[in-house]
């Protein structure tokens, strides 16, 4: 009799952290960082243990505490950034945090106003790169690597995403739905407006295959965008919910350029071609707010994503074509895959093949591949990590 390990999601273990996880995670050599609703900075290695935590709070006199929301002073929503062994979080209490890789706080710096968007190391002439975040004022600060103020950037709209720097531009993402670019030196460049506010990380890259970089913008107005460093709008493609976080690209189907893979607060995920057209969609039971994860398997690509209705899915990359209707010919109704030239794309739908499912304990926020192995370690909102398995 032979014995068959179950194809899926294996689960390897889990952890409760006994707070809210309210940031996205990072990688560091020994596991992953993310921030907390009670503010600590929390690592947890590959094994499944906490590695350490680190309390940002300060202690706050009684008149500061009357002017602040007691429940979410403290969180910490923007995701961690690790930059050459050292660790870079900002606070809702407008804190930037230096660490350790084994979570000692090397410097502290305040820039007085609520930090949400992930930081960013900008390149600078003829010296160390700087770190740049961006606060709800509305300011863009930059800091050197000892977190010693450099110069500041007004933008006079709330940042809520992180700062982008591609080929010696900026570009930041605003509460009020506009993409503002400017150069190292803070003149202004361009604005695009789009009618949501923009919370997901910005992203580039070579989305053509010809060289050009290309900007995607993921908006809580349901659209991502796809613009040029010049602020050209190449296409937009809908949705029928916010967009939440970053979408990833790869070669999945097309052999000209990049396909785009994004979770929607329509429940689905979908995968977009390079010129910004549905190739498939897949509806979950509620929001996708991670970014989903591409894995090689065994030659074929998987996607893992995972929604609040607190489930992993794992999806075929190559999506598949349910024809929905044909006249005449009953026999074949909803047969997935079927190809004719009688029939032509509308009139079928565009759907990814689920491959298998996993229930989790709580929303999930984060989902992250392990470099170099089939392993992706997810987090939820109620606080509980896991690693899963593709097998």
């Not at 790169?129 to 709330?158: N, Y």
């Not at 969609?281 to 998987?302: C, H, N």
């Not at 909102?381 to 690693?387: A, L, M, N, P, S």
């Amino acid at each position: 009799m032979f014995s068959h390990k179950k194809k899926g999601l294996a689960k390897e273990w889990s952890l409760d952290v006994q707070t809210d996880i309210t940031s996205q995670c990072s990688f560091v050599e020994k596991g992953i960082v993310f921030g907390t609703q009670s503010g600590k900075i929390v690592c947890v290695n590959f094994q499944g243990q906490i590695q350490w935590s680190f309390e940002t709070n300060p202690h706050l006199g009684k008149e500061e505490s009357l002017f602040l929301d007691q429940e979410n002073s403290s969180s910490i929503v923007c995701t961690p950034l690790v930059h050459a062994d050292f660790i870079y979080v900002g606070t809702e209490l407008g804190e930037i945090y230096c660490l350790s890789a084994d979570g000692s706080q090397i410097w502290k710096q305040k820039v007085e106003s609520a930090i949400r968007g992930t930081p960013s190391i900008i390149p600078q002439e003829g010296g160390e790169p700087a770190i740049a975040v961006g606060t709800i004022d509305g300011v863009v600060h930059f800091l050197d690597l000892k977190g010693k103020k450099m110069k500041a950037i007004k933008i006079h709209t709330p940042i809520t995403s992180n700062i982008l720097y591609v080929d010696g531009k900026i570009f930041v993402g605003c509460e009020d739905g506009k993409v503002i670019a400017f150069n190292t030196k803070g003149l202004h460049l361009w604005t695009y407006q789009t009618k949501g506010q923009i919370t997901a990380d910005l992203t580039s890259c070579e989305l053509f295959g010809d060289g050009e970089k290309i900007l995607l913008i993921a908006s809580h107005d349901n659209y991502l965008y796809a613009l040029t460093l010049d602020g050209e709008l190449k296409w937009k493609f809908e949705t029928k919910g916010s967009l939440i976080s970053a979408p990833i690209t790869a070669h999945l189907s097309s052999d000209q350029g990049k396909d785009i893979l994004l979770g929607s607060c329509d429940n689905n995920v979908y995968c977009i071609s390079p010129q910004g057209e549905k190739i498939w969609s897949y509806e979950t039971d509620f929001w996708v707010t991670a970014p989903p994860v591409l894995i090689d398997k065994d030659g074929f690509f998987r996607i893992v994503a995972g929604s609040y209705d607190q489930k992993m899915y794992v999806l075929d990359g190559q999506g598949d074509f349910n024809l929905s209707f044909m006249p005449g010919l009953s026999g074949i109704i909803n047969q997935t895959g079927y190809s004719s030239l009688m029939t032509s794309r509308d009139v079928g739908e565009d759907t990814a093949k689920k491959l298998a499912e996993e229930e989790t304990q709580g929303h999930i926020t984060s989902c992250r591949k392990i470099p170099d192995s089939e392993k992706i370690l997810v987090t939820t909102k109620q606080g509980i990590v896991y690693e899963f398995e593709l097998r």
